[in-house]
């Protein structure tokens, strides 16, 4: 199955077309606790179920086929759908297994690039610059957020493309760059979040010391040790809150605006 190739196509480019933009519109909008994505994916892949199943009695086993469980980032749903596409109209009912098997390996692996990409990194690494640009008044920062959504809007148009002409060696030889992607990307969002550490946390001490007619300022004997300690402390210390068992963001959330809130009344912090 390493190339989805047979001597008479039965599928088109407007066929792989529509199963993109149906998955693009339904692979959400349908979500439910008990098969997650199985509605929208059925849908994706209606088009081809009709085109290639001309017996009811197939259709129908396909159609239960496909509404199945499902779950796995939408941004690449679309390279399950294409290689599916591609083994249907390889193997035609005879892949009814096939594709069980084919939808339940690849939506966990994939899941994990896709969610460490699209759901993690991306809006963290532009996210971040865009807010802060706009922070200082930047409408450049607004523009970048929408340039960046527009491309990975345009990148899961083709997804289902590539998978439908890859078949299954998306899987194998593909496997090796796309970790080494995940890992590049990791890098290089841990490292723009760390720099944008001393820019977007503000956490200044405003406690002075006084010893005879001398007072020494809290803040400057810390910048002298290190700048930004305070920030990259409270960064530091959400963290490991993060960590903690039943912690969650908004309790971790709730705890800094207390903290804060009681600091600044001590004249700690401000």
């Known amino acids: 199955m390493e190339n989805m190739k047979t001597n008479e196509t039965k599928l088109t480019k ?6 993109s933009r149906r998955w693009i519109m ?3 909008i349908t979500w439910n606790y008990e098969k997650q994505m199985a509605i929208g994916y059925l849908w994706a892949m209606l088009p081809i179920i009709r085109k290639l199943y001309k ?10 086929t496909h509404v199945q469980f499902f779950n796995t ?26 594709v069980k098997g084919l939808k339940t390996g690849l939506m966990g692996p994939f899941a994990g690039v896709g969610d460490t990409l699209f759901g993690v990194l991306f809006p963290t690494i532009f996210g971040s610059i865009a807010a802060y640009m706009g922070q200082e008044g ?13 491309a990975i809007l345009c990148l899961r ?39 944008l550490v001393s820019t ?13 007619e001398v007072t020494v300022n809290g803040q400057e004997i810390l910048d002298q040790i290190m700048p930004c300690m305070v920030p990259v402390i409270v960064v530091a210390f959400i963290y ?31």
């Open 157 to 195: 148009y083709f997804t289902a493309g590539i998978g439908y002409r890859e078949g299954s060696k998306i899987i194998t030889s593909a496997k090796d760059k796309l970790d080494a992607l995940t890992a590049a990307a990791t890098l290089l969002g841990i490292t723009v979040v760390g720099a």
């Open 200 to 212: 977007v946390v503000s956490a200044n001490v405003t406690a002075s010391f006084t010893s005879g």
């Open 240 to 270: 490991w809150l993060l960590g903690r068992k039943k912690m969650t963001s908004t309790k971790a959330i709730i705890l800094v605006m207390v903290l804060s809130i009681v600091l600044y009344a001590l004249g700690i912090l401000g």
């Open 73 to 98: 980032t939408p941004h690449m749903g679309g390279f399950i759908c294409g290689i599916d596409a591609a083994t249907e109209e390889h193997e035609g009912y005879k892949a009814k297994e096939t």
């Open 55 to 64: 017996d009811p009695k197939e259709q129908q086993e396909m159609l239960k």
């Open 26 to 28: 339904g692979s959400q």
């Open 14 to 19: 407007k066929d792989i077309s529509s199963v």
């Open 138 to 150: 930047n409408i450049a920062g607004a523009i970048i957020w929408l340039i960046v959504n527009i």
